[in-house]
């Protein structure tokens, strides 16, 4: 049986259609579903028995389970078994604009970036859309408030999802949905440059982030092995086709590495790398695990590679920590799970 939380607004027109009622239940249903955010069809008061037995008969309404909060000053991590006993999780920030979540896009990850708890537990599959909503509607109810800002930048790489994620986006953003707002909206990827195209070409204004952490291809192949396939030249020409159809601003995350890519040599040569694009570099000083040997930049080398890349006129600013005292750092609080 379908999980309800899959359809776009759509897709619920074209069922409806075809079980020979009226397609603008779907908005009804839609705003039962997501802003009165019912548990049960039986809820629902202005449609028909007669086709909310329907309903009953053809779709659940979640199927995830909230089993373990770490919460911490301005941030909670939780953990989510989904139907398959697989473990995804999620992380709540609250920010001076809002409450913002980064969601988890697959069961693990292929993508065997050297530094990430996540890529050290292999992809066991992607996410539907439901599974992905979910994470948000279980946040909301827990904090009992409005999720403001979304980022997909959890356990996964969205693009090796891309059906399901830009779904979950549709859904998201309607206005009779969760209704969170397309700049509000971020995703993130290690650089799938196809998708990237394709990207370029999807109708909302979701903000693209880069995860690139390295300013030439000599360190990124060490440290991400899709640089091997599509590397650092070939993400930059597709960003430049992406660019010109969006004209959106590109941000470009970039984890300070202990003595790997966190050099004066190596800030003059991001430099270089973005000099000209219209983007916003982030620093991300390293969440270090038990499970993986890279370590944390020093403050003072963090500082300084901030500074040169500021002289040089690039927006950049260093990511504010969330989460130290908690098991913070993406893929950890499910692989000490799943460690036990």
């Keep these: 049986m379908r999980n309800i939380y899959d359809l ?15 397609k603008f239940k779907a908005i009804q249903l839609f705003v039962w579903l ?25 779709f659940t309404i979640g199927k995830i389970n909230l089993i373990k909060v770490e919460r911490d000053i301005e941030v909670n991590k939780y953990l989510f078994e989904l139907t398959d006993k697989s ?50 509607l279980k946040v909301e109810e827990d904090i ?29 953003n309607n206005p009779k949905g969760l209704s969170i707002g397309s700049r509000h909206i971020t995703l993130s990827t290690s650089g799938i440059v196809p998708k990237i195209l394709k990207f370029a070409d999807f109708p909302y204004q979701v903000n693209l982030a880069i995860s690139l952490h390295a300013p030439n291809n000599e360190i990124r192949n060490k440290i991400m092995p899709i640089n091997k396939v599509y590397p ?39 430099v270089k790398l973005l000099k000209g694009i ?31 890349i500021k002289k040089n006129n690039l927006n950049v600013t260093i990511r504010r920590e969330f989460g130290t005292n908690i098991s913070a750092a993406c893929g950890q609080l499910r692989s000490k799970r799943e460690d036990i």
């Design 8 to 22: 776009t607004i759509e897709e619920l027109e074209e069922y409806f259609l075809s079980i020979g009622e009226k």
């Design 232 to 270: 650092i030249e070939k993400i930059m020409d597709a960003l430049k086709i992406y660019y010109s159809k969006t004209k959106r601003r590109i941000t470009f995350e970039y984890i300070m590495l202990d003595g790997i890519n966190d050099s004066k040599d190596n800030a003059e040569e991001l």
């Design 144 to 172: 009992g408030e409005k999720i403001t800002h979304v980022v997909i930048m959890g356990i996964g790489e969205p693009f090796d999802n891309y059906e399901n994620v830009t779904n979950f986006i549709k859904i998201i």
């Design 278 to 308: 219209n983007c916003y570099v982030n620093l991300i000083p390293y969440n270090e695990t038990n499970n993986i040997e890279y370590k944390r930049s020093k403050k003072e080398k963090i500082d300084k590679f901030y500074d040169i």
């Design 34 to 58: 997501y802003q009165k955010k019912i548990k049960d069809f039986s809820e629902i008061t202005d449609i028909k028995k007669s086709v909310i037995e329907r309903l009953k008969i053809d």
């Design 87 to 136: 473990l995804i999780e999620s992380v709540l920030m609250r920010h001076d604009y809002g409450t913002s979540i980064c969601v988890s896009s697959q069961v693990g990850c292929n993508m065997g970036c050297k530094f990430c708890e996540s890529g050290r537990l292999k992809k066991v599959r992607d996410l539907l859309p439901s599974e992905i909503i979910e994470q948000i």
